[in-house]
């Protein structure tokens, strides 16, 4: 639509003609840029206080706290995206302290508590001791835990240092842990016992080790053993790790479908080779 001739001087097409016109228009379009940006980050400020009111920084787990045998949880709990003594854990919190924590989907997150939970046959809120309790989800096999000794109820919450060298000595190039390490080392201490793990724990056992390739791993799921250590023996968030990647379930299953053929695979060659003699 053309302008009447009389307010012809309030079409942008006329002041263009002055080059002080351009001058002022681009300093206002760049500050308002610059208030949009600030805008956008102040607003991004508050999300983030809204949605992790606390403070995420490292404090190891007193004696006093409750502590699991999940490397995960202890470390949400350390960092505070848990209650820190690990104790009065609703799903709630469970399911927001693993996306905030770790940025996993909702999906992903709500499928681990709520299974956790009914797996644990508890629906209130939980401790972190009460994942040690043997044959809910901790199993027999673990990569880095002991059993429970004798036939006590629950499981060390500790890692055995020995188990987690054997571990670190599965990495084929001695920097990372890539699935086909984390193949290995399922296959090496599932044979350490006379009684095979039961196929839900194998499942379960899997998919603990395929949520850390994709969380830890980057888009070729290899993770540093630097990052493992810190992770799993002092239950810490690497200093140099950002929750950049979106673990989802179909990821995690796709993962430990994986790790689940090709441990097949090598017991089925093994059989065959003590077959054959
Ligand atoms: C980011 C999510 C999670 C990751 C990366 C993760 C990872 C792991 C890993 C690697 C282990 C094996 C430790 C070992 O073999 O020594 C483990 C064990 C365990 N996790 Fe998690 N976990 C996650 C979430 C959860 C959730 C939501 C629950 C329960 C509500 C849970 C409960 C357990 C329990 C009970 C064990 C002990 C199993 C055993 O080794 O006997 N984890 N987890």
Redesign the pocket.
Known sequence: MSLPRSDVWLSPTFWSRFSIYNCVSETITTYCRAILIRLHLVSAVSLSERTCPHDHSYVPRKATDSR??????NT?ANHGFIPRDGRGINYKD?IKG?QH??N?SYP??AF??L???Y??KQYDD?SLDD????N??????????N?PVGNAEY?PNV??CE??DE?LKDSADGKTLSSSDVVRARVR?EATYDVPIDPV?AE??R???A??LG?FGGPEEKVPLDHLRVW?AEERIPDDWLPVHQ?TLRQTIKTATRIRTQMNAIKTREERRSTDG
Do not use: K, N, W
Not at 68 to 73: N, Q, T
Not at 131 to 134: F, I, P, T, V, Y
């Open positions: 699991s045998p999940c490397p995960a949880l949400l469970l693993l924590g770790y996993l992903l997150a681990l508590t299974g956790g939970y797996l644990l939980i994942l040690c309790r043997h809910r989800i901790e199993h027999i096999s673990s990569l880095a835990h059993d499981a890692i055995d188990l987690f571990l201490r724990h379960i056992a998919g603990e080790m949520l850390v969380i799993f673990q």
